[in-house]
């Protein structure tokens, strides 16, 4: 599957963000979807990630109540809703498929297909 994220900016500190993946080549619904970031001179860490079939979702603490991860079968499509910006949400943000687990977790290998990242950054 090929996964093409976009919706990355510039944006102020309390500001907003909705990021999409989009996935192409294979049967969307059978991946579980996750979002990672990763910041200048850090390890790639866990977003958010929700179920294939949409019923679960999951987040890293730090984005619980400002973060929103959903999917649109009929779009292939994953988003991540981001409110509330912090700048130390500035990073490139990276969506992630894989099929392997029974369900969509925090580590990034149980992904194997990644896209190509779309930068975040967020002003103070």
């Known amino acids: 599957v090929q996964l093409q994220a976009s919706g990355g900016g510039l944006v102020q500190a309390g500001g907003s963000l909705r990021l999409s993946c989009a996935a192409s080549g294979r049967t969307f619904s059978r991946y579980h979807m996750g979002w990672f970031r990763q910041a200048p001179g850090t390890e790639r860490e866990f977003v958010a990630a929700?179920?294939?079939?949409?019923?679960?979702?999951m987040y890293a603490e730090s984005m619980m109540g400002r973060f929103t991860v959903s999917r649109d079968s009929a779009k292939n499509t994953v988003y991540l809703q981001m409110n509330s910006l912090k700048p130390e949400d500035t990073a490139v943000y990276y969506c992630?498929?894989?099929?392997?687990?029974?369900?969509?977790?925090?580590?990034?290998?149980?992904?194997?297909?990644w896209g190509q990242g779309t930068q975040v950054t967020v002003s103070s």
């Open positions: 992630a498929a894989g099929d392997r687990s029974y369900y969509a977790g925090s580590a990034s290998n149980q992904y194997d297909y």
């Open positions: 929700i179920r294939r079939n949409g019923g679960n979702t």
